[in-house]
T-cell receptor, first 117, second 115 residues
Framework: EAGVTQFPSHSVIEKGQTVTLRCDPI?????LYWYRRVMGKEIKFLLH????????ESGMPNNRFLAERTGGTYSTLKVQPAELEDSGVYFC???????????????FGEGSWLTVV | DQQVKQNSPSLSVQEGRISILNCDYT??????FLWYKKYPAEGPTFLIS?????DKNEDGRFTVFLNKSAKHLSLHIVPSQPGDSAVYFC??????????????FGKGTKLSVIP
């Protein structure tokens, strides 16, 4: 079974440009999450989709970030315009249900490394 | 303000010995705790979890202990193997209500197991 896949794996863009990150969750997982790790900091929650609906976007840093999940399958995270402090690794994750349910867990992708110069 | 804290950025242990990684949390609403392991250039992978109704959960060489009164948990790896060298993240969640699908992570502890 394929895991969570993310594209691109690495991206270097100039300040002010736009970048779009893509995530394909594990097939059948209704829950999709975006997390971010900025250098030296902890991994932080950005938002949570259930199918195509945003359930929780409390972690989105500002309105330069836009996440979509059209059709409830893959998701995109767009940063426009990118700022230097947006540099970091963006993880996508998916799960069948909430983590506290027995046997359930959140599966992470390998991450998309973003460098804004 | 960090709600999950891993105060040791790194830990070195001899192969075959016990590795103990510690984690503290401040939010009393957290009632489910997880440990994730991360190799370079990979995403975090689930290792072991514990619910607040338990104080210990064991899976092979890995045991997680939870002390609710102290808001402290620890991961024990016995015996430690070179392949265990990675960054270990402590994470917490709520089992119900707002934020119950969200993980709150610590900054991680880099474990190096020396052959």
């Amino acid at each position: 079974e394929a895991g969570v896949t993310q594209f691109p794996s690495h991206s270097v863009i100039e300040k002010g440009q736009t970048v779009t990150l893509r995530c394909d969750p594990i097939s059948g997982h209704d829950n999709l999450y975006w997390y971010r790790r900025v250098m030296g900091k902890e991994i932080k929650f950005l938002l949570h989709f259930v199918k195509e609906s945003k359930q929780d976007e409390s972690g989105m840093p500002n309105n330069r970030f836009l996440a979509e999940r059209t059709g409830g399958t893959y998701s995109t995270l767009k940063v426009q315009p990118a700022e230097l402090e947006d540099s970091g690794v963006y993880f996508c994750a998916s799960s069948h249900d909430r983590v506290s349910y027995s046997g359930n867990t959140i599966y992470f992708g390998e991450g998309s490394w973003l460098t804004v110069v | 303000d960090q709600q999950v804290k891993q105060n040791s950025p790194s830990l070195s242990v001899q192969e075959g010995r016990i590795s103990i990684l510690n984690c503290d949390y401040t939010n009393s609403m957290f009632d489910y705790f997880l440990w994730y392991k991360k190799y370079p250039a990979e995403g975090p992978t689930f290792l072991i979890s514990i619910s607040s109704i338990k104080d210990k959960n064991e899976d092979g060489r890995f045991t997680v202990f939870l002390n609710k009164s102290a808001k402290h948990l620890s991961l024990h790896i016995v015996p430690s193997q070179p392949g265990d060298s990675a960054v270990y993240f402590c994470a917490a969640s709520k089992s119900a209500g707002a934020g119950s699908y969200q993980l709150t992570f610590g900054k991680g502890t880099k474990l190096s197991v020396i052959p």
